[in-house]
């Protein structure tokens, strides 16, 4: 009776657990086409507030910069402000089209093929435009170019594309580093061994972006120092000649005696 009464429970679980058993989307974790699609745009769009905040950042520093007494100093900061305004407005612009590549055009499947296209499609588009008719450097093309063949050269396939591709946007929009470069400063050798380079996360890049704002917020160049001076000479004393006495001229002479 009683072997009866496990077999019975047995046969009972196992019903239970059929369905889960043979779900694969319960016992394997796998994302689907509208999660890759989702965490994507919201990995981009917390990027794309955070250099907003940086752009505030930068147009703050500049007001405060204009209101400096010193000319030298206005200059120089002005124009490193500046720069860094462009900058930071072409990852702006790069941005934005990712998020509409990926918002329109993305249908699932993986994601790292995707953006290797859609980035070498974006270029396309930015070399054909006016802007890059009227001054060949101007536009995101040569960025976006580089962008997708550093993309296509990953050699880690289950690295997060979208925390390289940010990594590769770090380093310069306006001047962008050559795939090949950007991937060798990736790694590091000691000559007998190679290790792979940690990547930083969001927060941490956003920090080293902030504290470099700050410094051009804050920094102030060093003044050059003053030339030195020559301490005045004190005139030279006129020495009298030194006169030669004839030998002897300085003996008494002995008076002869008198008898």
Known sequence: MNRVCRILSLIFTLALLAPVGFCPSLWAKESRPSDVKANALGYLKDLRSQNVKRLVDIDQALRSRIEDS???VVE??????KLAKRE???RQEFLDRLIFQIDVKFNGGELRP??????????KTDATSNDSRVAPDAGLWKFLKFAADAVRRLPEKRENVLIFL???MNRSVADPIRPEDY???????NGLESE?????SRDEVGAVADGRIRGLREEIPAKAPAPATLEPVAPMTPVAPAVETPAGANESVAEPAIN
């Open 70 to 72: 010193n000319p030298g």
């Open 76 to 81: 120089f900061e002005v124009s490193r402000l």
């Open 88 to 90: 930071h407005i072409l």
């Open 114 to 123: 995707f953006l290797e296209r859609a980035l070498t499609e974006m270029a």
């Open 166 to 168: 940010e990594g590769y």
């Open 183 to 189: 991937l060798n400063t990736r790694n590091y050798s």
């Open 196 to 200: 792979s380079g940690k990547q930083l």
